[in-house]
């Protein structure tokens, strides 16, 4: 088994073995690498196995990661819940986390940190430490819209998409100008909400070139690897102004709730414009052959537990997520959600004109990875 950096020559070869593996994420494409890198200088690092044949059977998919303090760190992958190990075996799948290890070793880098979205016994096996803090909820979608309907709570969200389906508002979809404008004016209310720094609009502009289905150029990515991708942004109004909106990634059988932002009026919230748009986006996923909704990942403590809240109604799997760790020039497991300087930072920044935000959060949003 020869486990090695991925190399330029062998990425039709890469794109091929990932577009073949149904449990392949768009976080594991040529494209993520590449979007990461130019908006946040994450530096992908790909190790795959290759057989005696030269055939690839794993990858793992790591980035090298500054934080706020302290040296670089490895970590698979930044801003996602989890990016699994793809493997064909158990074997190539333990030399290639050993090979991370050794890497990290190598570059004198701060830890090294693997999101996964099961248990494994292998991690255990090289003495990686477990950590769980993360829930991932997903909806699986049936044929039947009927079924998947009823498997929603009735007196929260089935009544919510009723009273926005009877409320006097409206929705588009798309991912023209004028939709990426609409909703990243929204997620940058939202974030500034929250005390969140933003991403920056250039990375949802990104997205768009390089998974959505009109995409105007390739990121590295072999055609047939990009067959199955698509975006969407679903936006709702009220008198033709925004007040909701979701981006939306679809990759292989899953449509993937990336993000989201809405106006903080609280008499057009109570309209439900969030349900409106979810619920339409079930539906075209739905006729459109996507078989899971996956809402992504929340803490107990994401805004005071209320987003968990919100995406476990909407789910029928909730699954606790392991991250691994392997310390190297780190004593302990950083915490960062209990960091003083984290929450010194939320205050302040929930009180910063929309504008400053706008212009710092690419400067702040690379160190939170």
């Known amino acids: 088994m020869n486990i090695k950096i991925l190399e330029p020559s062998e990425y ?12 392949a994420q768009f976080e594991h494409s040529l494209t993520w690498a590449k979007i990461l890198q130019d908006n946040f ?36 992958s ?52 477990e950590k769980k803090n993360v829930f991932n909820m ?27 389906e009877k409320s006097k508002i409206s929705f588009s979809k798309g991912v023209a100008p004028m939709h990426l404008d609409q909703f990243y004016n929204l997620f940058l209310s939202t974030r500034k909400h929250r005390g969140v720094p933003a991403y920056p609009k250039k990375y949802f502009q990104d997205i768009i070139n390089g998974f959505g289905n009109n995409s105007s150029f390739d ?12 975006v969407k942004i679903y936006i709702t109004y009220h008198n033709e102004d925004p007040i909701a909106a979701i981006f939306l ?36 996923a739905t006729e459109q052959g996507y078989k899971v909704f996956n809402l992504g990942g929340a803490t107990t403590s994401t805004n005071n537990g209320g987003l968990l809240t919100f995406k476990k109604r909407w789910s029928d799997t909730i699954e606790e997520i ?6 190297n020039n780190t004593k302990k497991i950083p915490n960062t959600e209990e960091s003083g300087f984290i929450k010194i930072a939320t205050k302040i920044w929930k009180i910063l004109p929309s504008p400053i935000i706008n212009q710092i959060s690419p400067l702040i949003i690379k160190r939170f990875n």
């Open 12 to 23: 039709d070869d890469y794109s091929k073995f990932i577009s073949q593996n149904s449990s």
């Open 41 to 76: 200088k994450h530096k992908p690092i790909n190790f795959i196995a290759k057989d005696d044949a030269g055939i690839i059977q794993a990858c793992i998919v790591l980035f090298e990661c500054q934080g706020f303090f302290g040296p670089k760190n490895l970590i698979s």
């Open 78 to 129: 930044p801003y996602s819940i989890f990016t699994n190990i793809l493997a064909n075996n158990s074997e190539s799948k333990t030399e290639l986390i050993k090979k991370a290890i050794d890497h990290c070793k190598d570059q004198e880098l701060g830890f090294l940190q693997i999101r996964s979205q099961h248990q494994d016994q292998i991690f255990n096996s090289v003495n990686l430490i």
């Open 138 to 164: 997903s909806l699986k979608l049936d044929s039947d819209i009927n079924i998947t309907w009823k498997k929603l709570p009735k007196s929260s969200i089935r009544w919510g998409i009723k009273k926005a």
């Open 219 to 230: 990121y590295q990515e072999s055609s047939k690897a990009k067959d199955h991708s698509d």
């Open 249 to 284: 990634i679809y990759y292989n059988s899953e449509m993937r709730y990336f993000a989201a932002g809405a106006t903080y009026n609280r008499e057009l919230l109570s309209m439900q414009p969030y349900h409106l748009i979810m619920w339409e986006a079930i539906k075209d």
């Open 322 to 327: 392991p991250y691994y760790y392997y310390l």
